[in-house]
């Protein structure tokens, strides 16, 4: 049985991942994962009703209804929040990445 032959170089060569303008990047998926935040905050509330249905004696039954296209979509936008945030960290890493010698 023969060894196989290896190409020289076994990957293309690749694009530099160093780039310091991830670091702006970064900074504007922070500010684009607050403004998110605070639209989920925002639509919350617009899922939970009260209602309240009075009878004759006087005495006031209260339901609470949740309407789940908004809460689902709060919940969406949470997480659009939360991806937006796991992204700014992986591109401030690569923008503030120490470059080794030799490349």
């Known amino acids: 049985m023969t060894e196989p032959v290896w190409p020289a170089e076994p990957f293309p060569a690749q694009q530099k991942l160093h780039q310091p303008w991830r670091v702006g990047l970064a900074a504007t998926e922070v500010v684009l994962a607050a403004l998110a ?3 989920a905050f925002a639509l919350w509330p617009m899922g939970i ?3 309240v249905l009075r009878l004759n004696n006087g005495e006031e ?3 609470t209804h949740y309407t789940g296209s908004w809460i689902f979509t709060a919940i969406v936008v949470g997480t659009l929040a939360a991806v937006l945030v ?3 960290l992986r591109q401030l890493a690569l923008g ?3 470059r080794t010698r030799g490349r």
């Open 37 to 39: 935040l605070w639209g």
């Open 49 to 51: 009703n009260d209602i």
């Open 61 to 63: 039954l209260v339901s």
């Open 86 to 88: 796991v992204d700014a």
């Open 96 to 98: 503030l990445r120490v």
